[in-house]
């Protein structure tokens, strides 16, 4: 780790820097424009992304973590010999530090360019539940710049990187470690024990009050939690095969990178906000094969929140998922809360999504202080069994609602073949009468046991052709 006042000059030269897919520094908020050929498919835009999301290369040559000093009995602190392994295989010019069968107990973790960190098939990596062996660094927190602990596997502007095997990765929360922090009274939190909630009101503060990132300093005796796995500023990103657990706060949450692919990954925490999947103002992005079953959303896409999203103006842009499978969790494919950066592109495909505890399959989710614009989202193919509220949910009624003075924007969101089995409505629309929703294309929808009439409220070019609700054709939704 590099000491604070080189932290911070390297921050104060690379904050307004954002990776191209074309592996090219750009300056923030250049963004492709999707395809505006009038009566185009939607969907022959896929391959073009597909064919630049390429897994990242390494060379051939393995480093041991054992013979690094790791020790898999559960016991030996095993950070220093994973840190000198990655070193190792980095000055070397890459390849993969394997991480054999046992169990290893580690601090804070961070990847360079040209390492895959292979976990191996029955090795477990459990992070230390001490606050203190992780050290500040540049992460996003709900969508906010700051410095605070490090996420336990981390990067920062490296490119060709991987985190790939059939072993575990444990984060160790639980209700007596980080999950209290968001003032978890079922874990046994109580008024007085420390809490979250004034750190991330003065972080907040700093974001609409644009205060120097540099300046927003938490991190140990503050309590916002790290998420689990933050690649920051990377390009050419491979996470694949693991089992994640027990994650402290998000999981999977690439911020402003590109070229990112999320595979074959099985996430499983029930602890606050432990959302499986977020791509954080990142372009060109894959998931694929995942099971997710959280205690927040499945997959969220997100671009910053409020000023500070508006500050680094960079969506999240050409993003595939596929051949999922959602279990709990808020939303199945969420976009948004922290989306002022906008989202555009985003395709949804072969997915099936089935639990009680999952609120809507499809969820948007925006407000007049986040101000972003979300278009062009597609999905198709998607069979859904029970969820709680609506097969789509777009609300610009969450959290602050209309109190602000930036205008949300959805607009070009089409399903197709997209069946639910069970569910309290078909969709749940909520927009605003100075901001309507706009351009809601069905096609071929079936929704099974519904138990209301669709919410519609402040939204424009709504179409439906071949959608049915508990067996009858409808031609457009009523109150």
């Given at each position: 780790m590099t000491s604070r006042r080189t932290f911070l000059r390297s921050l104060a030269g690379s904050s307004a820097l954002l990776l191209g897919s074309e592996g090219t520094w750009l300056t923030r908020g250049a963004t492709r424009q999707p395809d505006e050929r009038p009566g185009a498919d939607p969907w022959q835009q896929l391959p073009a992304i597909?064919?630049?999301?390429?897994?990242p290369h390494f060379p051939d040559r393995e480093w041991n973590a054992l013979k690094f000093g790791a020790v898999g009995d559960g016991k030996a602190d095993c950070t220093a010999a994973f840190r000198a392994a990655i070193a190792a295989c980095h000055r070397a010019g890459g390849g993969r530090v394997r991480v054999p069968a046992g169990e290893y107990l580690t601090g804070a973790l961070r990847l360079l360019s040209g390492v895959n960190l292979e976990v191996g098939k029955g090795a477990t990596i459990r992070f230390s539940r001490d606050p203190r062996v992780y050290p500040n660094v540049l992460t996003r927190?709900?969508?906010?710049?700051?410095?605070?602990?490090?996420?336990?596997i981390y990067a920062f502007q490296q490119e060709n990187i991987g985190i790939t095997g059939e072993g575990t990765l444990d984060g160790n929360a639980d209700c007596a470690h980080w999950w209290p922090?968001?003032?978890q009274t079922k874990c046994g939190w109580k008024a007085g024990d420390p809490e979250q909630s004034k750190d991330r009101?003065?972080?907040?503060?700093?974001?609409?009050?644009?205060?120097?990132?540099?300046?927003?300093?938490?991190?140990?005796?503050?309590?916002?939690?790290?998420?689990?796995?933050?690649?920051?500023?990377?390009?050419?990103?491979?996470?694949?095969?693991?089992?994640?657990?027990?994650?402290?706060?998000?999981?999977?949450?690439?911020?402003?990178?590109?070229?990112?692919?999320?595979?074959?990954?099985?996430?499983?925490?029930?602890?606050?906000?432990t959302d499986g999947c977020d791509p954080d103002s990142c372009r060109d992005v894959l998931i694929e094969n995942c099971v997710f079953n959280t205690g927040d959303d499945c997959i969220a896409i997100k671009s910053g929140r409020n000023g500070d999203g508006r500050r680094l103006h960079t969506p999240s842009e050409n993003i595939v998922i596929r051949g999922c499978r959602m279990a709990n969790g808020?939303?199945?494919?969420?976009?948004?809360?922290?989306?002022?950066?906008?989202?555009?592109?985003?395709?949804?495909?072969?997915?099936?999504?089935?639990?009680?505890?999952?609120?809507?399959?499809?969820?948007?989710?925006?407000?007049?202080?986040?101000?972003?614009?979300?278009?062009?989202?597609?999905?198709?193919?998607?069979?859904?069994?029970?969820?709680?509220?609506a097969g789509l949910s777009i609300d610009f009624l969450y959290e602050e609602g209309a109190a602000g003075s930036f205008t949300p924007v959805v607009q070009d969101v089409d399903l197709r073949n997209v069946e639910v089995q069970n569910t309290k409505y078909a969709v749940f629309l909520r927009g605003l009468p100075n901001a309507p929703i706009r351009e809601v294309r069905m096609t071929d929808c079936i929704f099974e046991?519904?138990?209301?009439?669709?919410?519609?409220?402040?939204?424009?070019?709504?179409?439906?052709?071949?959608?049915?609700?508990?067996?009858?054709?409808?031609?457009k939704f009523t109150a």
């Open positions: 597909l064919t630049r999301i390429q897994p927190w709900e969508g906010v710049e700051l410095l605070n602990f490090s996420p336990f922090w968001k003032r009101n003065l972080l907040f503060s700093f974001g609409e009050q644009r205060t120097p990132v540099e300046q927003r300093v938490f991190g140990e005796g503050h309590y916002l939690r790290p998420q689990f796995i933050q690649p920051y500023q990377c390009k050419n990103v491979l996470i694949e095969g693991l089992t994640l657990l027990n994650s402290p706060m998000w999981q999977v949450t690439p911020a402003l990178c590109s070229n990112v692919i999320v595979r074959d990954l099985t996430i499983d925490s029930s602890g606050p906000n808020h939303g199945g494919v969420t976009i948004g809360s922290e989306i002022s950066g906008g989202v555009r592109n985003v395709f949804v495909e072969n997915c099936h999504m089935d639990s009680p505890r999952l609120d809507s399959a499809i969820r948007i989710k925006n407000n007049a202080m986040r101000g972003g614009t979300i278009e062009n989202i597609f999905v198709r193919n998607v069979d859904v069994g029970r969820v709680a509220l046991n519904v138990a209301q009439s669709s919410i519609v409220e402040n939204a424009t070019g709504i179409s439906l052709a071949g959608v049915r609700i508990n067996g009858e054709l409808v031609e």
